[in-house]
């Protein structure tokens, strides 16, 4: 959970949710994305970069093997944790299903972690939300 504090002023990005009941900004550039395996009940991490490019996934971990979860071969295990490099373009939007089986997304910044619900101010549930790169209304 590395996530950096976000840059202002000309050219700074945010980081949108879109849920069925509107947007939410978080003035963020980096974060991590957890959510737990809905058969296996381990943890998945990715961290994140907000740029103006997109969405760049920087590094992904999880703790274990198992029913669709197996790590690729460059992964390493590093303190309990299977981790690599995925090698993809930033993308423009990442969509987030909810199974309801497994908890729900969490996003952490700065040793913090609320959920998404949290985040959006209302239940979620079972619906998609969709992350994506928002430009900075307020350009300095």
């Avoid at 959970?1 to 000309?10: H, I, V």
Wanted: charged share 20%; with cysteine; glycine share 12%.
């Amino acid at each position: 959970m590395a996530a950096a504090p976000a840059g202002r002023g000309r050219g700074s990005v945010s980081l949108c949710f879109a849920t069925a009941s509107g947007v939410k900004a978080l003035a963020l550039s980096a974060f991590t994305l957890v959510w737990t395996h809905s058969i296996e009940k381990v943890d998945w991490q990715e961290d994140w970069r907000v740029t103006p490019g997109g969405l760049e996934l920087v590094q992904a971990r999880v703790k274990g093997t198992g029913a669709g979860m197996e790590p690729p071969p460059e992964a390493r295990l590093v303190d309990g944790w299977f981790q690599w490099q995925p090698k993809r373009a930033p993308m423009r939007e990442v969509v987030l299903g909810n199974s309801g089986a497994a908890g729900e997304w969490r996003l952490c910044h700065e040793g913090v972690c609320r959920t998404l619900s949290e985040i959006v101010g209302h239940p979620i549930g079972a619906n998609v939300t969709k992350m994506s790169v928002c430009n900075d209304p307020y350009p300095g």
